[in-house]
């Protein structure tokens, strides 16, 4: 059977469940950039956030069987990606030092340099945090997670996760600040 941007997602996950690998390829092709997303919001850069996706494809592929078409199929694709990425990030945990410092509050304030950026740059920006202030600045401030239950996706301490969101602010404030200074000087 050929594949095509013409197939349902039913037609490639029937494909995909009995091997057919253009099939898988055009389930790939479809759902790549939809799925990249996911990783790049905790990733440093693409080729981590391709390699988390590919891990999470490989997931897909072996799981379809176990997909019972409760919710939509694209949701169920992004669930595992999630997970993936969360797994991930925890291995990668293992190998960091544990930081465990009584976290203050700082609140973030508004600049003219954050109402002037696009949202392109806002990502670069957030990408250009350590790994382990980036990951729970995302969950936190993009994602809504609560203190309580990063502590349990990343496996750290609660005064952790609330000073590693403190530092990510405090490193974001300086940088955006930094970026108005230079915008307002070039303008």
Request: with cysteine; hydrophobic share 35%.
């Amino acid at each position: 059977m050929s594949y095509g941007k013409h197939s349902t997602e039913e037609n490639l996950r029937q494909g995909c469940l009995a091997g057919d690998r253009l099939a898988q390829k055009e389930l790939y092709r479809r759902f790549y950039g939809k799925l990249l997303g996911i990783p790049m919001r905790y990733t440093r850069d693409k080729e981590e956030a391709t390699a988390i996706l590919n891990q999470a494809f490989l997931t897909i592929f072996n799981g379809l069987g176990k997909y019972r078409e409760v919710g939509s199929f694209q949701g169920w694709m992004a669930t595992i990606t999630f997970r993936t990425t969360m797994d991930h990030l925890r291995y990668e945990q293992r190998y960091r030092e544990r930081i465990s410092l009584e976290a203050k509050e700082v609140p973030i304030m508004r600049s003219k340099a954050e109402e002037n950026l696009a949202v392109e740059e806002l990502i670069q920006i957030i990408q250009r945090l350590p790994d382990h202030l980036r990951v729970v600045f995302s969950l936190y401030v993009i994602e809504g997670y609560k203190h309580e239950e990063i502590t349990n996706l990343l496996g750290i301490t609660l005064s952790t996760s609330k000073w590693r969101l403190a530092k990510a602010r405090e490193t974001l404030q300086s940088w955006l600040g930094q970026l108005y200074n230079q915008k307002g000087r070039s303008a």
